[in-house]
T-cell receptor
Framework: SAVISQKPSRDICQRGTSLTIQCQVD?????MFWYRQQPGQSLTLIAT?????????ESGFVIDKFPISRPNLTFSTLTVSNMSPEDSSIYLC???????????FGEGSWLTVV | GIQVEQSPPDLILQEGANSTLRCNFS?????LQWFHQNPWGQLINLFY???GTKQNGRLSATTVATERYSLLYISSSQTTDSGVYFC?????????????FGSGTRLSIRP
């Protein structure tokens, strides 16, 4: 299994600012993903974080709003840019184990934009 | 794309009761997982179960891949079982394919 650490765990942000969320995995993993969970909703995939190259974004999500980095196999960051109250969500980092089946999640980062 | 539907959306039970949660999916899958999200937002992987039956303590799961559904059974419910249960499937057969989540079942166990 993989242990995933995210920070910050919680933050209150001002409208128009940007925040970077960090995700650290305790072992090398093949795939890393970023999800958003809006209040009372399910998880929506934002993008797949690719090691050493640009992330692969899902429909409705763009790099200018959610820039992602993955400089190595165990670390990734997600930036939420120019935040508005609609960006208030839980942002979750996940990683796929080496066997390619089970995925694991970090504790999530709870962002509130005021 | 693949659709994942969960039922019921909400379930309220007394402590000690049993429950069955259902996950239907619209296409063949080779990866299906059940997660529990606790009230603090942490997602815990319960089962990796693309087919067959597995049991872990009071929880068990069955996936009938040919009929495109999976069931999660919780027996002798405890208040700590409260939270949201998600079913997630892989859209495609490559291990690089994305994981799609159902809408979840919110379970509340009353003491």
């Amino acid at each position: 299994s993989a242990v995933i650490s995210q920070k910050p765990s919680r933050d209150i942000c001002q409208r128009g600012t940007s925040l970077t969320i960090q995700c650290q995995v305790d072992s090398q993993v093949t795939m890393m993903f970023w999800y958003r969970q809006q209040p009372g909703q399910s998880l929506t995939l934002i993008a797949t974080a690719n090691q050493g190259s640009e992330a692969t974004y899902e429909s409705g999500f763009v790099i200018d709003k959610f820039p992602i980095s993955r400089p190595n196999l165990t670390f990734s960051t997600l930036t939420v840019s120019n935040m508005s109250p609609e960006d208030s969500s839980i942002y979750l980092c996940s990683a796929q184990g080496a066997a390619g089946n089970t995925i694991y999640f970090g504790e999530g980062s709870w962002l509130t934009v005021v | 794309g693949i659709q994942v539907e969960q039922s019921p959306p909400d379930l309220i039970l007394q402590e000690g009761a049993n429950s069955t949660l259902r996950c239907n999916f619209s296409d063949s899958v080779n990866n299906l997982q059940w997660f529990h999200q606790n009230p603090w937002g942490q997602l815990i992987n319960l089962f990796y179960i693309p087919s067959g039956t597995k049991q872990n303590g009071r929880l068990s799961a069955t996936t009938v891949a040919t009929e495109r559904y999976s069931l999660l059974y919780i027996s002798s419910s405890q208040t700590t079982d409260s939270g949201v249960y998600f079913c997630a499937v892989r859209a495609g057969y490559s291990s690089a394919s994305k994981i799609i989540f159902g809408s979840g079942t919110r379970l509340s166990i009353r003491p």
